[in-house]
């Protein structure tokens, strides 16, 4: 039975870096230190470089609609490699950084994955679903 | 190779094993996923090491050069007497990141280069060969600063993959390959328990037929 309770341990831990809450880019725009508390207890900063990116990249009405961090879901069942990214707005800006088209939701692969973790280190994080 | 589990063939021990194996599966595939995600973020890691390193050399050799240039100039004892009179303060403020679990250190730094004035040795004592030497050296050193950064973070990547490969390999290679033998041999011991009976039947009906 420890080998079960070793990966429920895992599985548990998958999503600990995740936020307990998620801000809005305006949010964060106006924070001096744009960051955000983990399910770990630690804390999640975002560079302000990348903030500005993402105003660049979005109309200001959308500012208060982009929640930060995005997530890259990654879900076995969309097989391996793939990834999605939910959300009108979230998936509007990795199409933009990706020259792609989105509408409402993104699916995308792991060159993708790491184009997008490359321009966007600390605002794009993974999740795992199951 | 695996080596098959101890288990008792009824149908409770059945419905027990086949929610371990699904439940080690899922883990399987999500660690396998988390996996996938940590080669991205080493490779990336090592891109950045290797543009860093080639930056920081480049800049270490001109830095090199200068001060090569200054002992020219200044000469050997009075370029070490200003060096003697730096003052030598960096304020690095040492955080850490969090990515899927791993603790990566997150270097922030204020500006390394100074002017003259603020570098601590006498102005009218020394060449500008020594500044351009100092501004060089500054430079080379934030260029080493964010180098030991990325490093730290690809070493930190490298031994989660470790310990997730591990894992994985573990799963894939042990644990479920045991588990569906041990799920194997419970569903045909009950088949044949189950044959068993049936044929035990056939023979009591035979034999009550016998007797009439």
């Not at chain 1, 725009?29 to 500005?52: A, N």
């Not at chain 2, 830095?63 to 100039?73: D, E, G, I, M, Q």
């Not at chain 2, 303060?89 to 040492?94: A, D, F, G, M, W």
């Not at chain 2, 894939?172 to 088949?191: C, N, S, T, V, W």
Request: glycine fraction near 4%; charge should be positive; include cysteine.
């Amino acid at each position: 039975m420890n080998a079960d309770r070793l990966i429920k341990f895992e599985l548990a831990r998958l999503n600990a870096h995740l936020p307990e809450r998620r801000i809005s880019l305006k949010e964060a725009l106006s924070l001096t230190k744009p960051q955000v508390p983990t399910r770990d207890g630690s804390v999640h900063s975002f560079k302000r470089k990348e903030l500005e990116l993402l105003a660049k990249l979005l109309p200001e009405a959308d500012w208060e609609k982009l929640q930060l961090p995005i997530f890259i879901a990654l879900e076995p069942k969309l097989g391996r490699g793939a990834a999605r990214v939910s959300g009108e707005v979230e998936a509007k800006v990795a199409a933009k950084l990706l020259g792609k088209e989105a509408t409402g939701e993104l699916l995308i692969y792991r060159p993708e994955v790491a184009l997008l973790r490359r321009k966007l280190p600390t605002t794009i994080q993974y999740l795992f679903l199951w | 190779m695996a080596t098959a589990l101890a288990v008792s063939p009824n149908r409770t021990e059945l419905m027990k094993l086949r929610k371990r194996l699904g439940l080690a599966q899922r883990g399987h595939d999500l660690l396998k996923e988390k996996m996938d995600a940590l080669v991205i973020e080493f490779f990336e890691a090592f891109r950045k090491i290797q543009a860093s390193r080639t930056k920081a050399l480049e800049q270490l050799s001109t830095a090199h050069r200068a001060l090569s240039n200054c002992f020219a100039v200044m000469g050997t004892l009075e370029t070490v007497q200003a060096t003697r009179e730096t003052k030598r303060e960096l304020q690095i403020e040492i955080s850490s990141r969090y990515l899927m679990g791993i603790s990566i250190p997150a270097v922030e730094f204020g500006e390394v280069q100074r002017n003259a004035l603020t570098r601590g040795y006498s102005l009218h004592m020394t060449s500008s060969v020594l500044d351009e030497a100092a501004r060089e050296f500054e430079r080379a050193l934030g260029l080493l600063v964010e180098l030991a950064e990325t490093e730290a973070a690809a070493f930190a990547i490298a031994r989660e993959l470790e310990k997730t490969k591990r894992r994985v390999n573990a799963l894939e290679y042990i644990l479920i390959p045991r588990l569906k033998g041990a799920l194997k041999f419970i569903m045909m011991r009950l088949d044949e328990m189950e044959r068993e009976n049936f044929t035990r039947l056939k023979r009591i009906k035979a034999i009550i037929e016998e007797h009439r």
